[in-house]
């Protein structure tokens, strides 16, 4: 599998995504368009956020952080978090258990 042959896909305004999906897992890579904005959510998933390029305004239960390059965030199962892109951004999330919606 190469990561460039999979399929791009715009799973919110300015969210362009390629999933990986294992067992236990879904890993995702994304790239971000400046200003955009996932609303604050949660779900049953644990996730870690880990920022590649660029910088991300993040909320987790209501603290907002600016998180940059080699930055990692860990959000636990049912917390309530959002953020939106300062600048463009590549990012990489990864859930667990799968995450069924992102199939």
Known sequence: ????????????????GKMVHGEHFTWAFWTVEQDAVVPEHQHPQEQMMYVVEGEFEFTLNGTTQVYSAGDL???????????????PCKLMDVFSPVREDYK
Do not use: W
């Open 73 to 87: 965030v860990s959000i636990p199962s049912q917390s309530l978090h959002g953020g939106k892109a300062l600048t």
């Open 1 to 16: 599998m190469n990561l460039d042959a999979l399929p791009s896909i715009e799973f919110m305004p300015g969210y362009h």
